[in-house]
């Protein structure tokens, strides 16, 4: 009768604390009677490692093998023959009969005068009165009001946006160009050397080669200059540009702004006013008066007679003939064949294997351990004055309706793990002296120390 009686009352108890919920111990200090020894049921929390499959997403490069065509240049050399005309100068010399007016000089001496009149000086002293006015200067000190603006310093902390590049390799194909021309001929002058010879030349202003001043140029024969040269075919590169496609990797920047603290200073005007001493200059008028001795110079004139030979040059003029030698060019036209090597570029195609990247997403599965609480519910025997006995704790089945697979959890040690038996199925240690007693059914359940490690006393 006794044992029935005690198994209902534990059925109440434990349907009481699972409505509950996961409450460390039983607000009840009621003990339970079975098979005629009184118990007291103490509730914990353990906690279960439990292995949770995860997925982690990774990139990787992947080379993919592509064939492209490329058109390689060869090239050749070919001759060719080339005709061209050249004019070969046919140089003839003749006489001819030129007259020509020469101005000869001829001297005279005549007698020009040349008398002049002599100035001589003859000084004297004397004195005179001179009064000018002289410009004293008196100081006076005076004061004035002199207001200033002062910048005042202060420190401020603001935060400013920078912006970083970062530069990505891009391949892009650009045009290029190819010179694939050829020669041509072309006409070129060489000067020669200049004849020189005399023209007659009209009164004019000219400039001096030597000094370079304008000066007037007198009417008369005058050595001149005449350019000469002649004419030869060079051989010039035309070019011809082809476009070519070229492929090219660049780096393209890529802007990221981040927040940079920046110490600022400003500046914040106070207007500051003092009083300045100065000085003021004042000029005053005083007139002097001094004697100043002073010489004049009286001039005397006379005169001196004289006459001086001078050379004078008349021109006389003169015709005279004289033969010059006369130089023909004439240009005869020839025909010449020229045998020329050119070079001619031909365009091969080549294929290559080219290893092209892509990224490619892959998920791997990550696998960690997370510890999972769970209530149970243990017997702790009690002696006929209610006192715990101090022996080991009897596990009851969990009235909670969570799930569990095993009844109570400690830490698994070195040899359990040799012997191959399962962490679940190890009961938890309670210390000799642990006392369960009544707890608040609203404080919350303890953590793991607390199951697992002595305590001096009961519970509160």
Do not use: F
Not at 2 to 7: E, F, G, H, K, V
Not at 150 to 166: A, F, G, I, K, S
Not at 343 to 367: D, I
């Amino acid at each position: 009768m006794n044992a029935r009686i005690a198994t209902l009352v534990a059925a109440w108890v434990g349907a009481c604390c699972a409505s509950a919920g996961a409450q460390v111990c039983c607000p009840n200090p009621t003990p339970v009677y079975y098979g005629g020894q009184a118990y007291r049921l103490v509730y914990q929390t353990v906690y279960e490692p439990q292995q949770v499959t995860a997925y982690r997403i990774e990139y990787e490069t992947v080379y993919e093998e592509r064939q492209v065509t490329t058109y390689r240049p060869v090239w050749e050399t070919q001759t060719r023959e080339h005709r061209y005309q050249v004019l070969r100068p046919v140089v003839e010399t003749a006489e001819r009969e030129e007259r020509y007016t020469v101005q000869r000089p001829v001297w005279e001496t005549q007698m020009r005068d040349t008398s002049y009149e002599r100035v001589t000086y003859v000084e004297e002293t004397a004195e005179r009165e001179e009064r000018y006015t002289v410009q004293r200067p008196v100081w006076e000190t005076r004061e004035r009001q002199e207001c200033c603006t002062v910048l005042r310093p202060v420190q401020q902390t603001v935060y400013r946006t920078e912006y970083c590049t970062v530069n990505q390799p891009v391949t892009t194909y650009r045009t290029g160009y190819v010179d694939q021309g050829c020669y041509v001929d072309q006409t070129v002058l060489h000067p020669g050397i200049p004849k020189t010879r005399l023209t007659w030349q009209q009164p004019g202003w000219t400039t001096n080669p030597v000094t370079g001043e304008v000066e007037w140029r007198r009417m008369g024969l005058y050595w001149e200059q005449t350019p000469r040269g002649r004419y030869e075919v060079q051989r010039v590169w035309q070019p011809n540009l082809v476009a070519v496609q070229v492929p090219q990797t660049t780096l393209v920047p890529q802007v990221v702004a981040r927040q940079v603290p920046v110490e600022v200073t400003s500046y914040q005007p106070e207007q500051v006013c003092r009083v300045v001493p100065y000085k003021v200059c004042r000029m005053v008028e005083e007139e002097v008066v001094r004697k100043v001795p002073y010489t004049v110079r009286r001039p005397v004139r006379e005169r001196v007679e004289q006459q001086t030979p001078v050379q004078v040059c008349r021109m006389v003029t003169e015709e005279r003939v004289r033969k010059v030698p006369v130089t023909t060019y004439r240009t005869v036209r020839e025909e010449r064949v020229e045998r020329v090597p050119v070079r001619v570029c031909r365009m091969v195609a080549t294929e290559e294997t080219v290893r092209v990247p892509r990224c490619v997403e892959k998920r791997v599965p990550v696998t960690y351990t997370c510890q999972v609480p769970r209530v149970v519910c243990c017997r702790v025997p009690l002696d006929p004055c209610l006192v715990p006995i101090e022996t080991r704790p009897t596990y009851v089945a969990e009235p909670s309706a969570a799930p569990s697979t095993a009844p109570a959890d400690r830490e698994p040690t070195a040899a359990d793990e040799r012997r191959g038996v399962d962490p679940s199925e190890i009961p938890p240690k309670l210390a000799p002296e642990t006392t369960p007693g009544p707890v608040d059914p609203e404080a919350q359940p303890a953590p793991p120390s607390e199951v697992y490690g002595p305590r001096s006393g009961p519970s509160a």
